[in-house]
């Protein structure tokens, strides 16, 4: 599929991101543009990828991702090495058949399936607690 990530306008106006320091904006876009996102808004990478990346050590990475995992911003599991956008979909969703049919191959793929009930909403509080 598309091998680019849009970055909507109204990303810097959004009230969250208005509060956030500018390593935490950096930090925030790099995670929604990086050449591993996919089109359902749930990727595999490594801290350790981000860090090369990003030039920050895995441990800033691993405080940054607490933080927005803390803000009910993304998941991350530690098991799969996979990341999950909340709101992926609020600025990056397409009817689109091919864009449809591209998102429900990569589900499939999905190693921790929990990602796809939060990226759709479906994660609550509750779930949160009994894990």
Known sequence: MAIFRK???LFWSDPFIAEL???QKLFYLYI??????KQ???YEITKKQISF????????????????????KIMYSEETNELALRNWAKYNYSSSPKVVKCIES??????NRVLIEYVNGMYTLLQKEEE
């Open 7 to 9: 970055v909507h306008t």
């Open 21 to 23: 320091t500018s390593e």
């Open 32 to 37: 929604m543009t990086n050449e591993r996102t």
């Open 40 to 42: 359902c808004g749930i």
């Open 53 to 72: 990346d990003t030039g920050y050590s895995i441990d800033r990475v691993s405080i940054l991702l607490k933080y927005f995992i803390s803000n009910d």
């Open 106 to 111: 990569e589900l499939y793929q999905v190693k």
